[in-house]
């Protein structure tokens, strides 16, 4: 199962963006969050930011589209 998250402020409720395999995606509506002692706020209000597990079917093939022909490195 690809590791697909939505990123939402717990105080306004807005989505910020999401995470996809690891790697932050804004979306291109939304400020970009703001970061306070080591913590990631909302661009909108600077409430906290929490993850929300995609639920959708459609999950995986979204994950095998933005990463087809993508090349990755070996750590």
């Known amino acids: 199962m690809p590791n ?3 990123v939402h402020c717990m105080m306004c409720g807005r989505a910020s963006g999401h995470i996809r395999e690891g ?3 804004q ?3 939304t400020p970009p969050p703001i ?3 080591g913590r990631s706020r909302c661009g909108f209000c ?3 930011l929490y993850l929300e597990a995609e639920d959708s ?3 995986p093939q979204l994950v095998a589209t ?3 022909g993508v090349t990755r490195r070996a750590s």
């Open 46 to 48: 600077g409430g906290n």
């Open 57 to 59: 079917p459609f999950a």
């Open 66 to 68: 933005t990463t087809k």
């Open 35 to 37: 970061t306070r002692a």
């Open 23 to 25: 790697k932050f995606h």
């Open 4 to 6: 697909i998250f939505n």
């Open 27 to 29: 979306l291109p509506s």
